[in-house]
């Protein structure tokens, strides 16, 4: 009599992992499936603005996005004069740095030479800066690197500039899913781009996104 109630439990407990691992397998796969989707949206937000956007602009524009970009990651930004006066364009401050920018905002083919470099280092003796960087939407040329090594200068070509501008709209950028938590079954809602690990609002149970 006792051991046939035993056997009972002992089914009992094997078909509700059995049960648990089925509702973890559909689980896992419903958040690859969204993942890959959420994925996909991303990098098409990503390739319908930024660098292609940045290259219809003109380079004032171009200063602008600068601006707004380096004040949301919390810099204080000063503009210098609209013609860039001592190379540089803009100055930006935090924690008592003061780094001079010159931006261009050139063609693909049209890449940058050691000239933007050499009006950088004079701007940061004239402006009395602990840094000086050149952005621009083009390339350097290897003797603007050439240099720029020599005097400390950093330079941010197109694909940096891409990866930096993509850190700072994943910060605006959101896409919602609602998945099941494989525990208790309650859905939740989740920003499939922010989010690495959620937690079940209701058992607390993390789901790795
Ligand atoms: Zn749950």
Excluded: P
């Amino acid at each position: 009599m006792e051991q046939h109630k035993l056997d009972e439990e002992n089914i009992e407990i094997t078909m509700a992992r059995v049960k648990r691992e089925e509702r973890l397998q559909r689980h896992q796969d419903e958040i690859r499936k969204k993942r890959a989707h959420a994925d996909r949206l991303w990098r098409e937000h990503i390739q319908r603005s930024n660098i292609d956007y940045i290259d219809k602009m003109n380079g004032i524009e171009f200063e602008n996005i600068l601006k707004y970009f380096f004040e949301n990651i919390g810099y204080r930004v000063r503009t210098t004069t609209v013609s860039g006066d001592q190379g540089v364009d803009l100055i930006i401050e935090k924690e008592n740095k003061r780094i001079g920018l010159q931006a261009k905002r050139y063609s693909e083919k049209n890449r940058v030479g050691n000239k933007a470099v050499q009006e950088i280092i004079s701007g940061v003796v004239f402006y009395d800066l602990n840094e000086g960087w050149v952005i621009t939407t083009s390339t350097f040329t290897d003797a603007a690197v050439q240099l720029a090594e020599k005097a400390k200068i950093q330079l941010i070509d197109r694909y940096k500039l891409k990866t930096l501008l993509a850190k700072q709209q994943k910060k605006q950028f959101e896409h919602w899913e609602v998945i099941t938590c494989y525990e208790c079954g309650v859905l939740n809602r989740v920003d499939f781009i922010k989010v690495k690990i959620a937690k079940c609002g209701k058992c607390g149970m993390g789901i790795d996104i």
